[in-house]
């Protein structure tokens, strides 16, 4: 069965600090790993995802399948930032395409 | 575009009675997925359409919650009777299957269970 671990519930900062955020997964095909954010009293909305791999907001994530990781990193975390954000895992295929499997988020709060 | 429309907003019910909600997606967007979201737990796919037929139930308690997705648009999620373990943000989300694109939600509908 596939999972998404998010192993910090809460991670806090400073304005300008690198952050990173960190995401394990399990699955047993090729993965499709996405991060969403959601602000708050906002909608929860696409961050990035990895078969694109784009910086958005001055965040990137590299899929390592060796260790089975899709961190979200940024080197100078921002106020704007804080947010609950949640690494998500798509089946890439079979009936439920498209199924997302979400991990229990991260709250980073960046401090000024 | 207009993004995926849900209501009502805020629903309170007392346990076992019934309640409705209602889910508007993106035109054009064939698959509508319902995802619960319990306090501090991440989203759980509840029910998956592909235009009007059920592509994935297996996570729906079927024995309460029902869902419908009549001429393959809009979408209804009902639960009967409620329970206090039902008190959630039930999201429904929209997508062009086989674009890799992930997906738009809507604002969701946060149901408390007295």
């Known amino acids: 069965a596939q999972r998404v671990t998010q192993p910090e519930k809460l991670l806090s900062v400073f304005k300008g600090a690198p952050v990173e955020l960190k995401c394990n997964y399990s699955?047993?095909?090729?993965?499709?790993l996405f991060w969403y954010v959601q602000y708050s009293r906002q909608r929860l909305q696409l961050l990035l995802r990895h078969i694109s791999r784009e910086s958005i907001k001055g965040f990137t994530a590299d899929l390592n399948k060796g260790e089975t990781s899709f961190h979200l990193k940024k080197p100078f975390a921002q106020e704007e930032d804080s947010a609950m954000y949640y690494c998500?895992?798509?089946?890439?295929?079979?009936?439920?395409?498209?199924?997302?499997?979400f991990g229990q988020g991260t709250i980073l709060t960046v401090h000024p | 575009e207009a993004g995926v429309a849900q209501s009502p907003r805020y629903k309170i019910i007392e346990k076992r009675q019934s309640v409705a909600f209602w889910c508007n997606p993106i035109s054009g967007h064939a698959t509508l997925y319902w995802y619960q979201q319990i306090l501090g737990q991440g989203p759980k796919l509840l029910i998956q359409?592909?235009?009007?037929?059920?592509?994935?139930d297996s996570q729906l308690p079927k024995d309460r919650f029902s869902a419908e997705r009549l001429k393959g648009v809009d979408s209804t999620l009902k639960i009967q009777p409620a329970k206090l373990e039902d008190s959630a943000v039930y999201l429904c989300a929209s997508s062009f299957r086989g674009v890799n694109y992930g997906y738009t939600f809507g604002s969701g509908t946060r149901l408390t269970v007295v």
């Open positions: 359409f592909q235009n009007n037929g059920v592509v994935d």
């Open positions: 998500a895992l798509m089946n890439a295929g079979g009936t439920s395409y498209g199924k997302l499997t």
């Open positions: 699955y047993s095909g090729s993965p499709e």
